[in-house]
């Protein structure tokens, strides 16, 4: 019998404020510790760039949670960039006592230090670009992301055992910067919601909670509120149905502490626009009222710029709700494949005539939902990604050795 791995996981933060591909490595190491693997996961107290306050959490220390160690360092000296000299330090004493490393983000200061530090000690590592290899997401700052990757990150990536890409699209655009490490693909996963009442119960408790009509489709839109999203197409889309005499009601759950400006924007928007009376903005929402609102849903609609996999989709699909995705979100061919819901391209008017096709087919809503549990419920969950994450991490071992 193989011996169980020792798994380090290294990423800058997992608050909330950061969304879901820093708290997918939550999701991923409890799903590793289940198979017997011994991870430990390496951290900040960064709680966002905007001046909150750092998390109040123990440092320097292990903190036990579902069969896995998390240990938090201070950042420190620069806060504002997620740098923790620490950390570093930690990893330089003690990474020799793991077999391997997954380190989730590029272009930011400690996990870049962190790459190197591997790279020096041997210490074999897998980098997760999180979609900054993405060319549109690269477009951004970059000159400064051209000489980041010269001083630092073309060596870091030349010197990986693979780069985990979440999806077959990203892994295709993705840049490389001249490198020609080999690509990892696995998606990540998600937890099934934790319902805690049936579905006619959700759909009474949040259409009087929100004050929404009974029969009325809802469209939902529940993600980070940023440009990258596609509000500027979906907004326009919903207007001009809402002028032709569609009935649905919009709700937009989510928020970006990060940015609150925009966040303001879009808020003034819609109360500037034929929307007014038939959105609810609910903000950030978790647990038990997430689930609920997942529940009362008709359609989930995502039409982002880019998205290298897209955590709130496979959300959706676990809830049984067809989505409308825009071909960036990079597991629009799982959607397509699975007939879990309808793809656009990212324009106003495709977008608007796959939501009237969503919203015209109450049957054809009911199905696709199903179509997309099922897939991922059998591709998405935490058991089977962890399953093949522990054989990828073997694998890359024995090619590392012989």
Known sequence: ?????????????????????????RGLSGALAKQDAAVTVLTTDSN???????????????????????????????????????????????????DIAHIHALFSPVTSAAATLARWQKLPYILRPLGTLDPADLAKKKQFKQLYAALLERSNIQGAAALHFTSEQEAKVSERFGANTGAMVLPLGVVLPE?????????????????????????????????????????????QLRQAGQRFH?????????????????????????????????????????????????????????ENFGIAVAEAMMAGKPVVISDQVHIWQDIESSQSGWVTTCDQGTLT???TEALADAAAREQRGENGRVFARENYGWDAIATRMIAQYRQLLYCSIS
């Open 353 to 355: 005539q796959k939501l």
């Open 48 to 98: 966002g760039d905007e001046g909150q306050a750092p998390l109040d959490v123990p440092l320097n220390q292990p903190i036990e949670t579902d069969g896995y160690r998390t240990i938090y360092f201070r950042c420190a000296p620069f806060r504002r960039y997620k740098f923790s000299l620490s950390l570093l330090q930690w990893l330089q004493r003690h990474g020799a006592e793991y």
């Open 195 to 239: 319902f805690t009442c049936s579905d006619a119960d959700a759909q009474r408790v949040i259409r009087q909670r929100y004050g929404i009509p009974d029969g009325v489709p809802i469209l939902l839109f529940m993600s980070r509120i940023d440009p990258k999203k596609g509000l500027d197409l979906l907004l326009p889309a919903l207007e």
């Open 250 to 306: 919009f709700m937009l759950c989510g928020g970006n502490p990060q940015d609150q400006g925009y966040v303001d924007g879009i808020g003034q928007q819609i109360e500037n626009s034929v929307l007014k009376d038939c959105t609810t903005i609910t903000g950030f929402v978790s647990g038990e009222l997430k689930a609920q609102i997942l529940q009362t849903a008709d359609v989930f609609v995502l039409p982002s710029y880019y």
């Open 1 to 25: 019998m193989a011996k169980a791995l020792n798994i380090l996981q290294i990423v800058p933060s997992i608050s909330l404020v950061y969304g879901g591909p820093s708290q997918m490595v």
